[in-house]
């Protein structure tokens, strides 16, 4: 009962103060009987006692009329972003292997895919941070001016991702050497690898790799986007007893904020499908700052619906923000397999769904053969229009180059 009437009175507290900032300072028993005013408009709980979300009042951005008290106005880009919309090649491997050497020759080869493919506008490559930081303030690039080299030289764009979550057990190099009792690993029989960085001293050294990253590859024309980590912490099995889901979500908008700022002309992508809760503060948070919305898998999240304006589970959108950010789709082999569901189930199915959901970059995994071999989904890709929704994103106020 005590937990209703705190639901039903925050509201009304809210609309008070609206009240009150419009019409000037008032005495204590003035704003007392606003508030009991307006509480005799609050709608009765449902009768099964279960509690809904409202349907979002959402932003029109046009006019600025939005129902977020105190949102700040849409964010101005420090200059015009690199934009390099479209599909696509997410090589496939582990990222965190023992066998470093392995796993970067072999992304190396798969890269030849995107030679024969005008439609392909580069690839996306995964780095474990450990791989790329071997011990903390020691960076090796190598690796990533390899791949934008190649790129580069073919015309083509890189997408990077620096990860810190492993799935498996050959999870070697997640860390950086000196790291690695931050690593949580879980118990069951495929276990997931994460780094703790819902610990702030963790998420700080995290936020310098990608400051380092930044001052090196910022300028690099061929470096499209960055993507840190997912809001997914894949904690089932057991999580650490620091862990809370409001400390990671605090943790993954300072890397929000710390991303955008580093990187003046790359898009930063905030990586959000769940997190019970805490879904709508990421998105809103991360368009705030000027990062788009990525997803690990195409189809409905938590995050996809709160990203077009709808709410999920706990989580109701702010505003609709498609077009207004860049908005990423990886297209993962389970998902093309119908693991998801018909509706993505195929190469057709994913770009109806990403034009529906106005994806700006698909990238695409692909196996030998079957539906979602590299020649379907090229074909795909040709028989459908391969430009949608590409424009510059409106938060881009500097524009796009």
């Known amino acids: 009962m005590i937990a209703e009437l705190q639901n039903a009175v925050r509201p009304v507290i809210r609309i008070a103060s609206e009240v009150t900032h419009g019409i000037g300072r008032l005495s204590l028993t003035g704003s007392i009987l606003v508030i009991a005013i307006l509480t005799l408009f609050i709608a009765p709980a449902p009768a099964n006692g279960q509690t809904t979300p409202e349907a979002p009042s959402l932003c029109i951005e046009e006019t600025g009329d939005c129902d977020s008290p105190g949102s700040p106005p849409?964010?101005?880009?420090?200059?015009?972003?690199?934009?390099?919309?479209?599909?696509y090649l997410k090589p496939q491997g582990n990222h965190a292997q023992s066998d470093t050497k392995k796993y970067l020759s072999s992304i190396s080869s798969q890269?030849?895919?995107v030679d024969d493919s005008p439609e392909i506008r580069g690839?996306?490559?995964?780095?474990?941070?450990?791989?790329?930081?071997?011990?903390?303030?020691?960076?090796d690039w190598a690796p990533v001016r390899e791949h934008l080299d190649y790129l580069s030289a073919r015309g083509k764009k890189l997408i990077v991702s620096i990860n810190v979550k492993?799935?498996?057990t050959n999870c070697t190099n997640l860390a950086p050497s000196d790291l690695t009792s931050e690593v949580f690993v879980t118990e069951r029989a495929s276990p997931t690898s994460i780094i703790k960085i819902w610990e702030a001293r963790n998420m700080d050294l995290y936020i310098a790799l990608w400051q380092a990253f930044a001052?090196?590859?910022?300028?690099?024309?061929?470096?499209?986007?960055?993507?840190?980590?997912?809001?997914?912490?894949?904690?089932?099995?057991?999580?650490?007893a620091n862990y809370t889901k409001g400390a990671y979500a605090t943790e993954l908008k300072r890397m929000y904020s710390a991303q955008a700022a580093a990187f003046g002309t790359t898009n930063v992508i905030a990586n959000v499908n769940f997190l019970g809760g805490e879904v709508s503060g990421l998105i809103e948070y991360a368009y705030q700052v000027g990062a788009g919305r990525g997803l690990p898998d195409v189809f409905d999240s938590n995050g996809s619906f709160v990203f077009r304006g709808e709410c999920a589970g706990n989580d109701c959108a702010v505003r609709d923000y498609r077009g207004l950010v860049p908005h990423i789709g990886v297209v993962s082999t389970p998902t093309l397999s119908g693991k998801h569901g018909a509706a993505t189930g195929s190469p057709a199915g994913v770009l109806a769904y990403g034009a529906a959901n106005k994806f700006t970059h698909y990238v695409w995994v692909?196996?030998?053969?079957?539906?979602?071999?590299?020649?379907?989904?090229?074909?795909?890709?040709?028989n459908t229009n391969p430009n949608a929704h590409t424009a510059c994103p409106t938060a881009y106020t500097k524009g796009c180059k």
């Not at 849409?74 to 599909?87: E, R």
């Not at 001052?215 to 650490?240: I, K, R």
């Open 366 to 382: 692909s196996n030998e053969s079957g539906e979602d071999s590299w020649s379907s989904i090229i074909d795909a890709i040709e």
């Open 111 to 113: 890269l030849a895919k």
């Open 215 to 240: 001052a090196e590859f910022d300028g690099n024309p061929a470096l499209e986007m960055v993507l840190g980590a997912e809001s997914t912490p894949s904690l089932q099995g057991g999580s650490p």
């Open 166 to 168: 492993c799935f498996g």
């Open 123 to 139: 690839a996306i490559v995964a780095y474990a941070w450990g791989v790329l930081e071997p011990n903390l303030g020691n960076y």
């Open 74 to 87: 849409v964010p101005v880009s420090a200059a015009s972003k690199k934009w390099n919309p479209g599909h």
